[in-house]
């Protein structure tokens, strides 16, 4: 990697409590040309020197998509260059190989990112398979809605985070949904329901160490079935490699519990660094250079574009 930038929205939406669609394709529109320029004089390359351009094609935010789309679909016409469509979730799933100690195909991988849980064994570059997912909220959505319900700030995974180093996770019991279930499919929407209930029972009683210690229970409940469900698909997958991708990945409970659990077993544990767990276009753009290096055709000509915000990353059409 040669040049990259980053802005940041938190502080815009954390007046509102969350993203609010229309405000952040607003700041997209005013923040991509000059951060593309600051890359690039980073990289001290020249726009026209860039061989390809890939833009975030889905899942997520339609306007948002179509404003990075939009963009890239313009440079690409008026410099005659080709466009690639990435996938948001690979873009994260291909993160670590950013790092200076990087993954080898093949991997097991557990892709933790704003609304996705995924357990995926990644076989190749493009070469994914669903183990387990979500079949309601996801663990980066358990995060934020305790959160909330604690009165933290946006975002909420990482304010949860900072109040549980500070309280007792075995004040409160709080159920571990689908932990030893056969499959390696997830579920946070009960563990949500239960702080809820915990929170409205307290009622006036709801002081702040009782805040720090619902606030360690839970983290402790999401990363327990995180971990549980890691090592029963290592097992079944017999991968001596295990890749944590995603915003969650960037917690610091979730590192520790399956750095041990897969070191006593003789596996590898790969996270990419904290400034690649969020969102960034470095993922973007390693990913888009991995699929033109593996399919030279999978690039386009300018032109008409189309987004996907919904977008299932294992029917990526890789040719």
């Not at 939406?13 to 607003?26: F, I, K, N, Q, T």
């Not at 016409?77 to 080898?104: N, T, W």
Request: aromatic share 6%.
């Amino acid at each position: 990697m040669r040049g990259h930038a980053l802005h940041s929205q938190v502080d815009m939406h954390r007046a509102y409590g969350g993203v609010v669609p229309e405000l952040a394709s607003r700041d997209h529109i005013r923040r991509l040309l000059p951060l593309t320029d600051f890359a690039l004089k980073q990289a001290e390359v020249r726009l026209q020197e860039v061989d390809a351009i890939a833009y975030t094609r889905g899942p997520g935010l339609a306007g948002a998509l179509l404003v990075g789309a939009g963009v890239a679909s313009a440079l690409g016409m008026a410099l005659g260059k080709p466009l690639i469509g990435v996938h948001h979730l690979e873009g994260h799933l291909l993160s670590p190989l950013l790092s200076k100690q990087a993954p080898s195909f093949p991997f097991l991988a557990l892709l933790v990112s704003g609304g996705h849980t995924m357990l995926l064994d990644v076989q190749a570059f493009g070469q994914y398979t669903l183990l387990g997912e979500t079949v309601d909220d996801a663990a980066g959505e358990a995060f934020d809605k305790s959160a909330k319900l604690l009165g933290l700030g946006y975002p909420g995974g990482p304010e949860l985070a900072r109040l549980a180093a500070f309280g007792n996770a075995l004040a409160f019991e709080l159920p571990r949904p689908k932990m030893h279930s056969p499959d390696l499919d997830f579920s946070f929407a009960g563990l949500k329901t239960a702080v809820l209930t915990k929170v409205r029972g307290l009622g006036s009683n709801l002081c702040e160490q009782s805040r720090a210690d619902l606030a360690a229970a839970a983290q402790e409940a999401i990363t327990d079935v995180l971990v549980h469900k890691t090592l029963r698909a290592q097992q079944a997958t017999k991968r001596l490699s295990v890749v944590v991708a995603g915003g969650v990945g960037a917690n610091r409970q979730l590192r520790e519990k399956l750095s041990s659990a897969l070191s006593v077993r003789g596996v590898q544990l790969f996270f990419p660094e904290l400034e690649w767990c969020t969102d960034n276009g470095a993922m973007i753009a390693l990913a888009g250079a991995l699929r033109l290096q593996a399919h030279p055709g999978a690039a386009r000509a300018a032109g008409p574009f189309d987004v996907l915000p919904r977008w299932d990353l294992t029917q990526i059409d890789v040719k």
